[in-house]
């Protein structure tokens, strides 16, 4: 049976979907908390379809999200304590009054999240990314030019800022690799930048993609070491550098063909 939704008086610019599907394949979230579309629209709203089994029919709630207009969505994943999902139903959205917020789902409301998310960006926020493998970290992106991730240290306390990377154009899209080591990002006019995270937390340029193909930054992506131009051997690998971090590097670069 179709449903429609013709409630929003303007576009609808995001939509994701959280509901039964193969991991994070094809834009769904896990299932663990039914079958759920989040939309973004121009009218400023956000607004939350949610299906019923028991009844098969669908519900809408809404909230009131962005003055000028809602731009980008995204759910938060599901974390896990010895084995047991838990934590809450949350989103995250970005907007053309410059800001993010986050929302969580609480005896069945909708309800901005305290506190609230700081002001960072200076131009629209045209996308949100909660990073796969962790419900903490978040990466916003803005036509200011800008990309930040975000940790909190635990669901209910004060967001921090961990890495801001700047660009030379505006931020359009963001994609984390499903390892959440990397970090994709499209901006300006037709460019795509991968970036890696470091050992300290940042995150590093790993390559870039134009038109005229994909250029790596030396050792970034491949493991290579860079050119040495001094003659120094290459530095040892730092200590940290564990088996299941490399066996989850190499998954990130097959997936990426390489």
């Not at 669901?155 to 921090?160: D, I, K, P, S, V």
């Not at 800022?161 to 300006?188: H, P, R």
């Amino acid at each position: 049976m179709a449903y429609v939704d013709s409630s929003h008086a303007a576009s609808v610019n995001d939509v994701e979907s959280l509901g039964p599907g193969v991991g994070y394949a094809a834009g769904f979230a896990p299932q663990e908390h039914g079958l759920r579309l989040a939309c973004a629209s121009s009218d400023g709203q956000v607004s939350v379809l949610s299906y019923s089994p028991a009844d098969g029919q669908w519900r809408r709630s809404v909230m009131q999200a962005h003055s000028g207009g809602a731009q980008t969505v995204n759910w938060a994943p599901v974390s896990y304590r010895d084995g047991v999902p838990c934590g809450s139903v949350r989103l995250a959205t970005g907007g053309c009054d410059h800001t993010v917020k986050i929302w969580r789902f609480d005896n069945e409301v909708w309800c901005e999240e305290n506190p609230r998310f700081p002001y960072a960006h200076t131009d629209w926020v045209r996308d949100v990314a909660w990073r796969p493998d962790h419900s903490s970290v978040l990466a916003t992106g803005s036509w200011d030019q800008s990309v930040i991730i975000w940790s909190q240290e635990m669901e209910g306390q004060a967001w921090r800022q961990i890495s801001k990377i700047q660009l030379d154009g505006k931020v359009e899209c963001l994609s984390w690799s499903i390892t959440g080591s990397m970090l994709a990002v499209s901006y300006g006019d037709g460019m795509s930048i991968i970036f890696k995270e470091a050992y300290n937390g940042h995150f590093e340029e790993a390559g870039k993609i134009e038109e005229s193909g994909f250029t790596e930054v030396a050792g970034k992506l491949s493991g290579a070491p860079p050119p040495q131009g001094d003659g120094l051997a290459p530095a040892p690998a730092p200590p940290s550098m564990n088996s299941e971090m490399a066996q989850q590097q190499q998954a990130v670069l097959e997936a990426f063909g390489m």
